[in-house]
C-alpha cells in the first residue's frame, strides 16, 4: 500500500490535513445527509430541526474564507477529501500508473430500491479521473467528456474498489478509463473520458 499523503495534488489547491475536529464536523454532517432523506417526522419537528440548522449556519458563515483556504475539498485524511458533495472514498494507491480508491455510497446517494443513483457515478469518475491526472503530474486540466457503462447495479453500504488510469495522451489531451468493483470483483461499472491540459488563459 502506498502513502500518498503527499503526492495528492488537486488543481490549484495545496492539499491540507484536517484536524479532528473539522473530522467530527464531517461525519456528522455525512449522518445528517443520509437522515435528511430517510426520515419522515411531525411537521413540528422539521421546524424545531430548521431552526436548528439555520443557528449552525449563522455561526459557520462568521468564518467564511476565500477558495483555497476552506479546506473543505483539499483534507487529504478523510474522506471525500472532507467536502459533502463528494462521495465517502479514499485514495489507496496514487502514482503514474493510476489511482486506486476505495469506499462506499450511502442512503443519501440512492436513486432508488437502495441502488445508488446514476448520476452520482459519473459525479465520483469526474473526481477520480481529476486525481489520476494530479497523480501522474500532469497540468491542470478539465473535463471534455466522460462516458459511463453501468454494468450492474451499484449497491449502498458495501465495500467497494476503483481504479482509474491514464490511457493515452496526444497532445493536450489525456484519454482516461476507470473501472468500480464490487468485494467480489464484479465490474459495476466502467468509464471512459477525456480530460484536456488548459491553457494559460483559461480559468
Not at 489547491?13 to 449522518?31: L, V
Amino acid at each position: 500500500m502506498t502513502d500518498t499523503s503527499d503526492i495528492r495534488e488537486f488543481a490549484r489547491i495545496q492539499p491540507t490535513i484536517a484536524p479532528p475536529e473539522m473530522a467530527r464536523f464531517m461525519t456528522a454532517m455525512r449522518r445528517l445527509q443520509d437522515i435528511s432523506v430517510s426520515t419522515n417526522p411531525d411537521p413540528a419537528v422539521w421546524n424545531d430541526t430548521a431552526a436548528l440548522l439555520e443557528d449552525v449556519c449563522t455561526r459557520l458563515e462568521e468564518h467564511r474564507a476565500p477558495a483555497g483556504e476552506a479546506p473543505a475539498g483539499r483534507t487529504t485524511n478523510l474522506p471525500g477529501i472532507g467536502h459533502p458533495l463528494v462521495p465517502p472514498w479514499t485514495v489507496e494507491e496514487a502514482g503514474p500508473d493510476g489511482v486506486v480508491m476505495t469506499g462506499h455510497f450511502s442512503r443519501f446517494h440512492v436513486g432508488g430500491n437502495n441502488a445508488v443513483h446514476g448520476g452520482v457515478i459519473p459525479l465520483f469518475y469526474d473526481w477520480h479521473f481529476g486525481m489520476v491526472v494530479s497523480a501522474a503530474g500532469r497540468p491542470d486540466s478539465r473535463t471534455a467528456y466522460l462516458r459511463v457503462d453501468y454494468r450492474r447495479v451499484t449497491p449502498i453500504d458495501v465495500p467497494l474498489r476503483a481504479r482509474a488510469w491514464i490511457d493515452r495522451v496526444d497532445g493536450r489531451k489525456q484519454f482516461i478509463r476507470a473501472t468500480m468493483t464490487d468485494g467480489d470483483g464484479n465490474v459495476l461499472s466502467e468509464a471512459d473520458g477525456l480530460m484536456i491540459k488548459l491553457l494559460p488563459h483559461q480559468p
